[in-house]
């Protein structure tokens, strides 16, 4: 079984969705039709990809009107980070906070 | 590197192991706010048109300050925000925050905050952004496993 881990991963393992990630980082709220015109690729490129970051929830679709707007959801890669890179930096990173500190009291 | 301006509607979603009226409680009561939203504790009866208090630890500011728009326990719920926490975003516009709880199949709920109505309030929609996923990973992670996130 997949997990919500594994879809991410999977879904950030991706130059194309990295860049449709960045653009909606930039500005989200934007139809499937805003972001294709700026990508070199198909609507159904497009499309295939928009599907797979929502699948692993880092985009989220909401309805205005007539409109399906897409958004950037930004708690997955938070998990991820609470997850996976808070506890291999963690060690490194008070390590340098004690140098700081204890330079700081000697100066 | 980009800049990003912040964003007038912002959208957070986040899938937990619990029932919707667990993901309830956990928004709704200060005990369980004061374990995930930076330690804040929360005050309201939670009707409609009461006030909406977020409170810093020890009750020794008020943080966030407004008045509860729909409730509907335990799927819906919006109040108005006005970030007190920062001299700032206090003098803005107040803006809106919306809770929407839905479950899904095999005893997992999503839920999705809504923050929007931020137009005439920059200062407040910037100094939200890198927060709400803060506390939604918090909330998630006290839900499914009993215990709050190991403080930075």
Known sequence: MKTDDDLVFRALADPTRRHLLDRLYERDRRTLTELESELEMTRFGVMKHLRLLEEAGLVVTRREGRQKLHFLNPVPIRLI???WIDKYT????????NLKSSLEETA | MTTMTAQTTQ??????RATPEQ???AITKPEFTMRYFYGSELESTFEQGASYKQWAPEREKLWV???VLESDRPRRLAHSWRSLFDEDSANEEPSRV???IEPQEG?????TV???QLESSPKTAASVAGGWSYVLSGLKTLLETGEPLESA
């Open chain 1, 90 to 97: 963690e060690r490194q990173v008070s390590a340098l906070a």
């Open chain 2, 11 to 16: 959208v957070y979603s986040v899938f937990i």
């Open chain 2, 98 to 100: 919306t809770w929407e």
């Open chain 2, 23 to 25: 993901v309830w409680d």
């Open chain 2, 114 to 116: 809504v923050h929007d």
């Open chain 1, 81 to 83: 980070h609470d997850r």
């Open chain 2, 65 to 67: 300050e407004g008045e």
């Open chain 2, 107 to 111: 005893g997992v709920t999503k839920l």
